[in-house]
């Protein structure tokens, strides 16, 4: 996969997303094959080139008793950020949740977690971002919100895996599809030019049925 | 031998037999578990695999 | 250099999050607190065999309340599924590992000194200034190698369905070196001993805290695997 | 595979450990002498220590198996551990109901806090832990991971229990086991005996690794039959 795509991962509960996950985030080592980011292969490097990588998750990770900005030092010190201080006020002013910095994220709703949990994964300018399933539990609002911020990351040339089962969401922002079922790739594409209804057919038919 | 030296000798190998009839007993009783764990695991293996052979069918 | 940084980060962050709740060392004191009321009942505090065992009263309470410490330590994390999060991040497991047993160790100790003059108080123990000086040391050890090991286990447990009831089964038998040790030195130092009879005592704890903080340390990876 | 699928020489080893039994059986009551102290009594002390020995051994391949499953992730030596740790478990209680009928005897009270005894509990408790540890994982890998941690960690820890244990004890040893040295015969029959419960240990481990086999596949069938579903 070239840098700066973005790509949707699909396919129904329990097809393996979360396993390709585990392992292109450096969690798990494959029990076959290798992988490379980069163009480096992974190896023994798995904790530095986890440097190069973030995740957003359906958890946010976040600490709710730390405010904000408690949270995005913490860490930022595990992923060596350099100048921090001035990372965390260009990321958060990118979530746009500047105004929420001081207080702790236990008050905050479900969609300003989410935000903040976007701004966590960018704060070390990661070059790959994968996103596990980020709609989960947004309503309408905080989803457009997300929206607009995964538009600006595709802005920024970052390589970004969405991995979903809701093909309804995220579609035109990617460049490629891909789709997963029973733990293999079924389906690869360019998603340009795709529409929703042209790909739910093709969708169905690798997936549906079985 | 008197009687009182033969009820003191069986007194005495009434503590050795408690000692060889508990690890008796529990080694007896280890067995019967372990041939009763492999009796069950095996019926449910077969179940299964007759299930899944149905399935196939 | 840049491993201590993260250690440093890591005890940071559990004791912010912990001074804004105050959820772990309150619950611990208060626990050290019940105890010391329950065996105040159980054992008339005036009578001489009650000061024969008073060392042992200490650490019954300190290890309870410890563990109950020790299992919230990675089960607060599990919340947004925290510990994910780390185990993403470019940090060594074992800079996790340390990370915990700092601020565990730092919890507990803030705890055993809020509630030891409570003990002496309400039991009426008499004790002189160097008997009070050699304590502190050995608490500093004994709890040590406590949180070493303890940390370690509480990380293990947090993984098992049951991991309240777990956490104290599986770690009382590994740490009853420690707790003897501690309630003969503490016996011993609160008598007037001087060092030299505690020799023994004091070098089986040093081979325990160091031989439980090397082995988990190196072990704590499996610990933490996906 | 089949939960009776024991390995190669299972049923040889069955009767060797059987015979072993016999022989030592001989061995204690007519070819040992009388011990002069505790009298027909001390012929407990022979199955003490051969069970006790083969305990010890036991957890210290459980100890062993666990380095192995940790450096390989194979799962046969996890098999191994805990079908080893189920062993040694049942020999330690062994060992702890034999020790009192000893010292009701020798010290005229059922328990006393003698470092072996002393130890030797806490070891039980450890090893109890450990199949807490493996029944409150679902996960077989975790499981396997999880439960190897605590068998290192529990066996390095026994010879500090026991020296604690032991400097601990103000108790006077009233007699030694052997009531100092042991005359010749009395140690060949010790020796004897040792090596028949070795023999029972391995009989039994294989038979206890059949049956966690057997388990790892019934998960496995399950497993696959999940995914069947799902897809």
Same mark, same amino acid.
């Given at each position: 996969?070239?840098?700066?795509?973005?790509?949707?991962?699909?396919?129904?509960?329990?097809?393996?997303?979360?396993?390709?996950?585990?392992?292109?985030?450096?969690?798990?080592?494959?029990?076959?094959?290798?992988?490379?980011?980069?163009?480096?292969?992974?190896?023994?490097?798995?904790?530095?080139?986890?440097?190069?990588?973030?995740?957003? !998750?359906?958890?946010?990770?976040?600490?709710?008793?730390?405010?904000?900005?408690?949270?995005?030092?913490?860490?930022?010190?595990?992923?060596?950020?350099?100048?921090?201080?001035?990372?965390?006020?260009?990321?958060?002013?990118?979530?746009?949740?500047?105004?929420?910095?001081?207080?702790?994220?236990?008050?905050? !709703?479900?969609?300003?977690?989410?935000?903040?949990?976007?701004?966590?994964?960018?704060?070390?300018?990661?070059?790959?971002?994968?996103?596990?399933?980020?709609?989960?539990?947004?309503?309408?609002?905080?989803?457009?919100?997300?929206?607009?911020?995964?538009?600006?990351?595709?802005?920024?040339?970052?390589?970004?895996?969405?991995?979903?089962?809701?093909?309804?969401?995220?579609?035109?922002?990617?460049?490629?599809?891909?789709?997963?079922?029973?733990?293999?790739?079924?389906?690869?594409? !360019?998603?340009?030019?795709? !529409?929703?209804?042209?790909?739910?057919?093709?969708?169905?038919?690798?997936?549906?049925?079985? | 031998?008197?009687?009182?030296?033969?009820?003191?000798?069986?007194?005495?190998?009434?503590?050795?037999?408690?000692?060889?009839?508990?690890?008796?007993?529990?080694?007896?009783?280890?067995?019967?578990?372990?041939?009763?764990?492999?009796?069950?695991?095996?019926?449910?293996?077969?179940?299964?695999?007759?299930?899944?052979?149905?399935?196939?069918? | 250099?840049?491993?201590?940084?993260?250690?440093?980060?890591?005890?940071?962050?559990?004791? %912010?999050?912990?001074?804004?709740?105050?959820?772990?060392?309150?619950?611990? %004191?208060?626990?050290?607190?019940?105890?010391?009321?329950?065996?105040?009942?159980?054992?008339?505090?005036?009578?001489?065999?009650?000061?024969?065992?008073?060392?042992?009263?200490?650490?019954?309470?300190?290890?309870?309340?410890?563990?109950?410490?020790?299992?919230?330590?990675?089960?607060?994390?599990?919340?947004?599924?925290?510990?994910?999060?780390?185990? %993403?991040?470019?940090?060594?497991?074992?800079?996790?590992?340390?990370?915990?047993?700092?601020?565990?160790?730092?919890?507990?100790?803030?705890?055993?000194?809020?509630?030891?003059?409570?003990?002496?108080?309400?039991?009426?123990?008499? $004790?002189?200034?160097?008997?009070?000086?050699? %304590?502190?040391?050995?608490?500093?050890?004994?709890?040590?190698?406590?949180?070493?090991?303890?940390?370690?286990?509480?990380?293990?447990?947090?993984?098992?369905?049951?991991?309240?009831?777990?956490?104290?089964?599986?770690?009382?038998?590994?740490?009853?070196?420690?707790?003897?040790?501690? $309630?003969?030195?503490?016996?011993?130092?609160?008598?007037?001993?001087?060092?030299?009879?505690?020799?023994?005592?004091?070098?089986?704890?040093?081979?325990?805290?160091?031989?439980?903080?090397?082995?988990?340390?190196?072990?704590?990876?499996?610990?933490?695997?996906? | 595979?089949?939960?009776?699928?024991?390995?190669?020489?299972?049923?040889?080893?069955?009767?060797?450990?059987?015979?072993?039994?016999?022989?030592?059986?001989?061995?204690?009551?007519?070819?040992?002498?009388?011990?002069?102290?505790?009298?027909?009594?001390?012929?407990?002390?022979?199955?003490?220590?051969?069970?006790?020995?083969?305990?010890?051994?036991?957890?210290?391949?459980?100890?062993?198996?666990?380095?192995?499953?940790?450096?390989?992730?194979?799962?046969?030596?996890?098999?191994?551990?805990?079908?080893?740790?189920?062993?040694?478990?049942?020999?330690?209680?062994?060992?702890?109901?034999?020790?009192?009928?000893?010292?009701?005897?020798?010290?005229?009270?059922?328990?006393?806090?003698?470092?072996?005894?002393?130890?030797?509990?806490?070891?039980?408790?450890? =090893?109890?832990?450990?199949?807490?540890?493996?029944?409150?994982?679902?996960?077989?890998?975790?499981?396997?991971?999880?439960?190897?941690?605590?068998?290192?960690?529990?066996?390095?820890?026994?010879?500090?229990?026991?020296?604690?244990?032991?400097?601990?004890?103000?108790?006077?040893?009233?007699?030694?086991?052997?009531?100092?040295?042991?005359?010749?015969?009395?140690?060949?029959?010790?020796?004897?005996?040792?090596?028949? =419960?070795?023999?029972?240990?391995? =009989?039994?481990?294989?038979?206890?690794?059949?049956?966690?086999?057997?388990?790892?596949?019934?998960?496995?069938?399950?497993?696959?039959?999940?995914?069947?579903?799902?897809?």
């Amino acid at each position: 996969m070239a840098t700066g795509q973005f790509m949707a991962v699909l396919g129904p509960n329990g097809a393996g997303k979360t396993t390709l996950l585990k392992i292109l985030s450096l969690l798990v080592k494959p029990t076959t094959g290798q992988i490379a980011i980069n163009g480096q292969e992974v190896g023994d490097h798995l904790v530095k080139l986890r440097r190069e990588i973030g995740v957003v !998750s359906h958890n946010t990770f976040l600490y709710p008793n730390l405010t904000a900005y408690e949270n995005l030092r913490f860490y930022g010190r595990m992923y060596d950020v350099p100048d921090l201080e001035q990372r965390i006020g260009t990321v958060i002013r990118e979530v746009g949740m500047a105004y929420a910095l001081g207080d702790p994220v236990r008050t905050f !709703s479900r969609g300003m977690q989410q935000r903040m949990a976007i701004a966590r994964a960018i704060l070390h300018n990661p070059s790959v971002l994968f996103l596990d399933e980020p709609y989960t539990g947004l309503d309408q609002q905080a989803m457009e919100i997300l929206n607009e911020v995964l538009k600006g990351l595709r802005d920024q040339k970052r390589t970004v895996f969405l991995i979903t089962h809701n093909f309804d969401q995220g579609l035109d922002l990617c460049d490629r599809v891909v789709i997963m079922a029973r733990g293999q790739l079924v389906y690869q594409a !360019s998603a340009r030019g795709l !529409s929703a209804a042209d790909f739910k057919d093709i969708y169905m038919s690798h997936v549906g049925g079985s | 031998m008197d009687q009182a030296t033969l009820d003191l000798i069986t007194y005495r190998l009434s503590y050795v037999w408690a000692a060889y009839s508990v690890v008796m007993i529990g080694l007896f009783v280890y067995l019967s578990t372990i041939g009763r764990r492999q009796r069950k695991l095996a019926q449910d293996i077969n179940l299964l695999r007759q299930a899944i052979e149905e399935k196939r069918k | 250099m840049g491993f201590l940084v993260k250690v440093a980060g890591l005890v940071r962050k559990d004791l %912010l999050s912990e001074l804004r709740t105050k959820e772990m060392i309150s619950s611990m %004191l208060i626990f050290a607190f019940l105890v010391i009321v329950i065996f105040a009942f159980a054992f008339e505090p005036s009578k001489a065999t009650t000061k024969a065992v008073f060392p042992g009263i200490i650490w019954v309470g300190f290890s309870f309340a410890g563990i109950l410490g020790l299992g919230r330590s990675f089960t607060a994390e599990r919340e947004n599924d925290c510990l994910l999060g780390l185990m %993403l991040a470019p940090v060594d497991r074992s800079a996790i590992y340390f990370g915990k047993v700092i601020s565990n160790f730092f919890l507990v100790t803030l705890m055993q000194v809020v509630s030891l003059p409570v003990f002496f108080v309400l039991f009426d123990y008499r $004790v002189t200034a160097g008997g009070i000086g050699k %304590l502190v040391i050995i608490m500093v050890m004994a709890t040590f190698g406590f949180m070493a090991v303890g940390t370690l286990l509480a990380a293990l447990s947090a993984n098992a369905r049951t991991s309240e009831i777990l956490l104290p089964l599986i770690l009382f038998p590994i740490i009853v070196p420690v707790v003897i040790a501690a $309630v003969k030195l503490t016996a011993m130092a609160l008598a007037g001993s001087s060092w030299g009879e505690m020799g023994m005592w004091l070098r089986m704890l040093v081979v325990y805290d160091v031989l439980f903080l090397v082995i988990p340390f190196m072990l704590f990876d499996f610990v933490l695997e996906v | 595979m089949d939960p009776k699928d024991h390995g190669r020489g299972h049923f040889a080893l069955g009767w060797l450990a059987l015979a072993l039994l016999l022989v030592s059986a001989f061995a204690i009551f007519r070819y040992a002498p009388l011990e002069k102290v505790m009298l027909e009594v001390q012929k407990i002390f022979y199955v003490h220590v051969g069970v006790a020995w083969n305990a010890f051994l036991a957890f210290a391949v459980v100890c062993v198996a666990s380095i192995a499953y940790l450096k390989t992730k194979n799962r046969r030596w996890d098999v191994l551990a805990a079908a080893s740790a189920e062993v040694g478990l049942l020999f330690t209680t062994l060992v702890l109901l034999t020790g009192p009928v000893w010292g009701r005897f020798a010290w005229n009270t059922w328990w006393t806090w003698e470092p072996r005894l002393t130890t030797t509990l806490i070891l039980w408790f450890i =090893y109890v832990a450990y199949f807490l540890i493996r029944s409150g994982v679902a996960e077989p890998h975790r499981r396997a991971s999880l439960s190897a941690v605590f068998g290192i960690i529990g066996f390095l820890d026994v010879p500090i229990i026991y020296f604690s244990v032991r400097l601990w004890g103000s108790h006077p040893i009233v007699l030694g086991k052997g009531g100092g040295g042991l005359h010749p015969m009395m140690l060949q029959a010790l020796i004897i005996t040792v090596f028949a =419960y070795t023999a029972l240990y391995v =009989y039994l481990t294989q038979k206890a690794m059949a049956v966690e086999r057997a388990k790892m596949e019934l998960d496995e069938i399950k497993e696959g039959l999940r995914e069947g579903a799902q897809a």
